[in-house]
T-cell receptor, first 113, second 113 residues
């Protein structure tokens, strides 16, 4: 069981470039999430997907798009990267029910110059 | 709206002493409460959760947390701190109808030898 995997681990972009962060889980979870972590701000939700085929905005969705490709995979796209998007990005997944915790991937450290 | 407060940015404790990391929350109805730990350059790891029942919840690595409904608190505790407990700790909450977890800003625990 790999759990939640993310690629790439590190990425450096120039302002205006685009990229897609990939996330996959092998726990048969319905729900998947994308968070960003910035110093002193905790984790903030970008987008989530409660089930295959559905996505919803979180607290900080501007500048991002997502795709729930299938039950396993949930990708995050930056269409035109900005320095304010420099952050560590975490993907997470959880099983059915609000009482379930979230399982996190190792993160992607993104720097936008 | 749901929210979580971790009033201390940093907690310092000597090895062998008890530790407490504080968390208060605001949520409609009954909360589901979680603690996560993050070691440097790693993803978040689940420590413990409160769903219902006994107010004292035991989790991984000897940690426990006490749920106090009247004070809307969920403090993380450990009777005897280890240097290896030094990490960033996050409290999170979800209401029974909620989607993603709402995280506090995190508390850095530093245990000195």
């Amino acid at each position: 069981n790999a759990g939640v995997t993310q690629t790439p681990k590190f990425q450096v972009l120039k302002t205006g470039q685009s990229m897609t962060l990939q996330c996959a889980q092998d726990m048969n979870h319905n729900s998947m999430y994308w968070y960003r972590q910035d110093p002193g701000m905790g984790l903030r939700l970008i987008y989530y997907s409660a089930s295959e085929g559905t996505t919803d905005k979180g607290e900080v969705p501007n500048g991002y798009n997502v795709s729930r490709l299938n039950k396993r995979e949930f990708s995050l796209r930056l269409e035109s990267a900005a320095p304010s998007q420099t952050s560590v990005y975490f993907c997470a997944s959880s099983g059915a029910g609000a009482s379930e915790g979230e399982y996190f991937g190792p993160g992607t450290r993104l720097t936008v110059l | 709206a749901q929210s979580v407060a971790q009033p201390e940015d940093q907690v310092n404790v000597a090895e062998g002493n008890p530790l407490t990391v504080k968390c208060t929350y605001s949520v409609s109805g009954n909360p589901y409460l979680f603690w996560y730990v993050q070691y440097p350059n790693r993803g978040l790891q689940f420590l413990l959760k409160y769903i219902t029942g006994d107010n004292l919840v035991k989790g991984s690595y000897g940690f426990e947390a006490e749920f106090n409904k009247s004070q809307t608190s969920f403090h993380l505790k450990k009777p005897s701190a280890l240097v290896s407990d030094s990490a960033l700790y996050f409290c999170a909450v979800r209401d029974q109808a909620g989607t993603a977890l709402i995280f506090g800003k995190g508390t850095t625990l530093s245990v000195s030898s």
